[in-house]
């Protein structure tokens, strides 16, 4: 989603199986007798749900909460967590390549004494990195000509690259790194066919910068490719974008329930119709092997539509999206539409009953290794 992007750094479905599973038990079912047959119909009615499977979750946290974001103010974490009840194992945050509002343009350090706070919390940091300046824009800027996959590749910044990496590198700890995400949309610079930007060159950019990283032995970043969740047709192929396996840990989605905000009006959409297409090209055709992260999501609604749509997700991710091992709520306001928790109580609710479970963990990752796994 473009839009939030921040100016300052301080420094397979389960269900062909499912429906398997309960063809043959109907056929293993067939009555002798009318009353065989109402045992079986009694034991069918009764079958457990699978069991959840363990997940990384946390939130992309405004300033609404204290008026400064997290993890540059921690209380907006100790807020969040009061309002869900749950210490979070995930905590997002971000940065462009650089500010270019005066010449020449100043570029932006790795955030290490943001990533030790979180690090010092037990969360693991989700760092969001992009190949641009900011904008005064905010929608975002498409159009930024001295930031085209083509000066990536070239070299033109492989020097503040490398110095990045190294800094990381230097901090030592793991972390997420997603790198140029919703490549397969049209509102940022590194987007497919905008910018002056060539078929194959966001593949080559990615690795370029990747490359560099393992150079330097910044192998603390797990890399984590997220493309925006296809609701229809207007986005690009995602095959032809993905680095491949050895240059990806994690595969990743975006995804928003817009419903009929002004902003970005859309006619609402539930948990599956968002993810589901995009999720299923993940599991059987783009990169079968890896785990999933939802990196960025919500839904717009009133205080219990939000919350049913929250219920909702739930059930979906313990079901019929077992391969998405980590989530993270959109807890900003953007452009005036309201995706944080806690602007209802029953979504608020809603969230916090579905990360009780066991499965979800919890602030205690202090000895999580590189490259991140899912949880167990």
């Known amino acids: ?72 103010d921690m209380s907006a974490v100790s807020k969040f967590e009061g309002l869900v009840g749950k210490g979070l194992s995930l905590i997002a945050l971000g940065s462009p390549f650089a500010e270019c509002d005066t010449t020449p343009c100043s570029f932006f350090e790795f955030p290490t004494a943001q990533m030790e706070k979180i690090h010092q919390y037990g969360a693991i940091p989700f760092f969001n990195w992009a190949s641009q300046s900011t904008s005064s824009d905010p929608g975002g800027a498409t159009v930024m000509p001295e930031f085209q996959l083509s000066d990536v590749i070239a070299g033109t910044y492989d020097s503040y690259i490398r110095e990045f990496a190294e800094a990381a590198r230097n901090w030592g700890h793991p972390f997420f790194l997603r790198y140029d995400w919703e490549m397969n949309g049209n509102w940022f610079p590194w987007g497919a066919g905008i910018n002056g930007n060539q078929p194959g060159e966001f593949v080559t950019a990615w690795r370029h910068v990747h490359d560099i990283f393992t150079s330097v032995g910044a192998t603390n970043a797990t890399w984590t490719w997220c493309p925006y969740a296809q609701v229809d047709g207007h986005f690009a192929a995602l095959k032809p974008l993905y680095p491949g396996d050895e240059y ?48 960025e999501m919500a839904s717009t609604g009133s205080g219990h539509a939000k919350a049913r749509w929250i219920n909702d997700m739930f059930r979906q991710l313990r079901t019929n999206f077992r391969r998405i091992r980590g989530l993270i709520w959109f807890d900003q306001v ?15 609710g809603a969230f916090a009953r579905g990360i009780r479970s066991r499965s979800f963990k919890p602030n205690a990752q202090f000895s999580v290794a590189s490259p991140i796994r899912p949880p167990r």
């Open 1 to 72: 989603m473009n839009g939030r992007m921040r100016s300052r750094v301080r420094t397979a479905k389960l269900v062909p199986a499912i429906l398997a599973i309960a063809a043959l038990a109907v056929v293993l079912a067939l009555p002798a007798t009318a009353a065989a047959g109402q045992h079986g119909k009694r034991h069918a009615k009764h079958r457990r749900a699978p069991a959840p499977r363990p997940s990384y979750w946390g939130a992309w946290i405004g300033d609404q909460l204290t008026g400064e974001e997290a993890p540059w």
């Open 248 to 295: 990806v840990d994690w595969t990743c989605m975006d995804g928003f329930n817009w419903g009929r905000n002004p902003t970005n009006p859309h006619s609402w959409k539930s948990f599956s119709q968002i993810f589901g297409p995009t999720y299923s090209k993940l599991v059987r055709q783009v990169a079968p092997k890896k785990p999933i992260v939802l990196a």
């Open 334 to 348: 953007d452009r005036n539409v309201n995706w944080p928790l806690e602007t209802s109580p029953q979504a608020a």
